[in-house]
């Protein structure tokens, strides 16, 4: 294939997906991309229509969207250095491209003048709100800024994407750098077999060890650190692993304190530039919240109800621990919270949440998850058999069988039908961590779809679901803790919330929400984790295939919001920094970043011997890309708030209840941004939200 990036099949070949190709595939993208926005702009005014200005000028991008979006994707999941070169060579063409695009004077002439039309003031429903927020975007991105500013806003958006990209590398590598290696299991008294078993099938994958003499490698990815943190006896391996967690981002070549005043000063002066008074307030304009002090007034409203349990949580866990070993009672360190907290809530509740693992194969939850939705939703998912080939090596008979091909061996491929069979999308899942790819779980979309009408088909969607889940070992299923299944579950709710819409313009769908509305359908599902009756669908004992048993489930939900306030108010604090930072010390260049973050979340944070170095070295939602949750952290809670209340409805009707399933589907999931978010909401829950609803369900009202 010439142009590999640039087919539009819809199963994307990855085998040809090259390194070499990025260059030229991308350099002809934006090409094609600038000569078809020339072809829009060109019109006769006199015959201008919504669908020659406005679904023109969303088509003419399309290939270009898409085409790096791969480069993008690839570059998550499978790293390489003639990846990311080729990546960080087009990186700021590309970004510059999309820069100038608001900025685009007869574009914005365009647009301004087919909003005067007749045809543009008789609009209602979607088309309306689709002019609407394509004229706010074009304005909140700098369209009427004179010829100067627009120059300087064009080089902010080339720095900021360069200076994002090497935060999120800095992450990856030093997260990689750093490796504790043991020959004696011994000195691993208390990791729970499972991690025990995935430290020493991730020594021997990297040649450390042998079946006879094992040695067992400790990583700082998600399912090597926290059972560590968590069970591990040894204090002083605890702390060295907790010292290793602090590197990430933090000192020697990886360093992103730096990287990050100049992330925060180019987004302040962008802020400016566009006439707001910080960052904040310029990305929260088009949001719920609307500016910066009304979600920073919601986060410290949050920590007022909730700091007197906080602080009584706090004081409970010091006391435990200095009954425990006999001493007075003192401040913890930061490496002994969570082992404390682990070993008194199994006291405390007699819970082991290791108990659960045998009932969570990563393959049994997947499909009863999809069996879930398919009750609720009306909907199939199919897996659809999958191959993969290395870069470089297709056959020439490749999809002959009817194999679909996948990035990784690991990588598997669905299918989502509607009740009349039609195909709504499909989707990849990859749920295992590995060098290559990025810390974390999140879902993407390669290609949107739209229902299809007289003028064009019906094009499926195309997304995928990512995370760093429990590894499988020696042949044996992944077994996973609850809170990566409530992760999982969070990712397809993402996922379904894409899959399901049924808005025919493209960028209107799906997840292209308000920021602190698009957690609202992830966060719900995670609800399903939670109840016996969906539980039962998915939650089976690898080998007997027997449910939770009863007193297990009752220990797990009782045990639900141990250390509740701790755990909110540790979110409460992220979204507390990213505002502050973005709001209020921007400039602040001079500043010792660590002691600034102790000043800011002081009253947010557990109190320890050991101050521990700020997490915004590592804070990739904040700082891996030009925007991402970037002064947005809040709506985390934001969206928690809406999805205890909107779960409320399954408590009452019934939590498998089809016709719930069916009305979230029909009011939230397949609206997109068709409508106002608080609307949207209102359709489903027949009012608005009860802000008492998230305290409630975490037993703190």
Known sequence: MSHPFLDDSFHVRWSTLSPEAVEPDITKALEEAETRLQAVIGQQRGGITFNSVMLGYEEALRDLNESWGLVTHLVSVCDSPALREAHNAMLPKVSAFFAKIPLNSELWDLVLTYSNTDEARGLTGLRRRTLDETLAYFRQHGAELPAEKKQRLEELESELSQATQKYSENVLDSTNAWELVFDDAEKLKGLPETALAAAKADALAKGLGTEESPKYRLTLKAPSIIPVMEHLEDDAIRKQVWTGSCSIGNGGQYDNTDLIWTILRLRHEKAQLLGKANFADYILERRMAKTGATALQFTERLHTRVKQAFDREVVDLQEYKADQVGSDVKLLEPWEIAFWSEKRRQERYEFDSEELRPYFPVVGVLDGMFKLAERLFEITITERPSVYYSVGQTPADAGADGAVEVWHPEVKLYEVRNKEGVQTGSFYADWHPRDSKRGGAWMNYLKGGWPG??????????????????????????????????????????????LLGTVEIPSMNGVNVAWDFVELPSQLMENFCWERESLDFFAKHHETGERIPDVLFKKMFAARNYMSAVGMMRQLSFGKLDLELHMHYATEQAADLDALTRRIVNDYTFPTETRPPTMARRFGHLFSSPVGYAASYYSYKWAEVLDADAFTRFQHEGVLNPVVGRSLRDCILSKGNSDDPAKLFRDFMGRDPDPDALLVRAGLA
């Open 453 to 498: 009408d007289s003028t064009r088909e019906r094009r499926p969607h195309l997304g995928l679901m990512c995370g760093n889940m429990s590894p499988l070992v020696e042949g044996k299923p992944g077994l996973l803790t609850h809170d990566e299944v409530c992760t999982v579950f969070h990712e397809f709710g993402h996922l379904l919330h894409q």
